[in-house]
């Protein structure tokens, strides 16, 4: 049960009564309103990015996908509930203000499959750590990367990515260990993939940071390669890359 509790406007609270269905013992939460949309705080400007310390404040990118984003810790998905729904789309900055994201598990029906979906143009993505990111991969994924699914006119720096793991032998798609397919001026610096493996036997185009690079996109300073020796395994059908799968017009690697 739940209800408000105001002995005037300026004193209100928000109380939440519950009973635990193992002990049978009963709560009351009371939380002060207005109740902040980041716990850390931010208005989701440039100047004033959302501070996300939490799953959930994760998961609130989604609602506001043109805002501007830091993280304030390590955010750890071991114990989120199910997988992972990529963010549709994303047209904001993120910076990762070199914080990790652990443990992303993704099993999803989206065509764009990543942490993020697709990223449009302007977006930026920057100094994160993504640790044991696991995608297993659906028919319905046509392109699929551990950051994004595809990218327009995006620009990544400083991400750097251990021991991802994306499997699925069922689907013709796209496969990049950062990005699936990166497209129109999507610049990508200073980021390395290692220890990945990939297992997409009827894949084409599949590359360690891209499957795919179209219309003058540049990957310079990246790396792909093992921290453990010969741990690094990319299986698939064609246009495989270790770095990139395929590169279309004026692309730069």
């Known amino acids: ?6 002995t005037d406007p300026s004193d209100a609270s928000l109380f939440i009564a519950y009973c635990d269905a193992d002990t049978d013992i009963y709560t009351i939460d009371f939380y002060q309103l207005p109740l902040e949309k980041f716990e850390a705080g931010g208005d989701g400007s440039a100047e004033n990015p959302y501070i996300i310390t939490s799953v959930g404040d994760l998961e609130q990118i989604a609602n506001e996908p043109e805002a501007h984003y830091i993280l304030g810790c390590d955010i750890d998905l071991a114990d989120y509930s199910g997988t992972w ?10 910076d990762g203000q070199n914080h990790a994201i652990k443990n992303l598990y993704i099993n999803s029906t989206a065509d764009y499959c990543g942490l993020f979906g697709y990223l449009d143009a302007e977006s930026k993505v920057r100094n994160i750590v993504f640790i044991e990111p696991t995608i297993e ?26 021991n991802p793991l994306i499997i699925g032998n069922n689907n013709t ?4 260990g950062m990005i699936g397919e990166a497209c129109y001026y999507t610049s990508i610096s200073r980021c390395s993939v ?12 599949i590359g360690g940071i891209a499957g795919d690079t179209r219309t003058a996109t540049t990957i310079m300073g990246c790396y792909v390669g093992d921290t453990h020796k010969n741990i690094s395994q990319i299986v698939g059908l064609s246009d495989i890359g270790g770095v990139v799968g395929m590169t279309g017009s004026d692309c730069e690697v």
């Open 173 to 176: 798609n796209t496969i990049g």
């Open 194 to 205: 290692n220890d990945i493996i990939i297992d997409a036997a009827d894949a084409t185009y």
């Open 85 to 94: 729904r990529p963010i549709p789309t994303f047209a904001g900055s993120l």
């Open 137 to 162: 991969m659906t028919k319905q994924n046509y392109y699929t990367g551990i950051v994004a699914g595809m990218t327009m006119k995006s620009t990544f720096d400083n991400i750097h990515i251990f």
């Open 1 to 6: 049960n739940g209800g408000f509790i105001a």
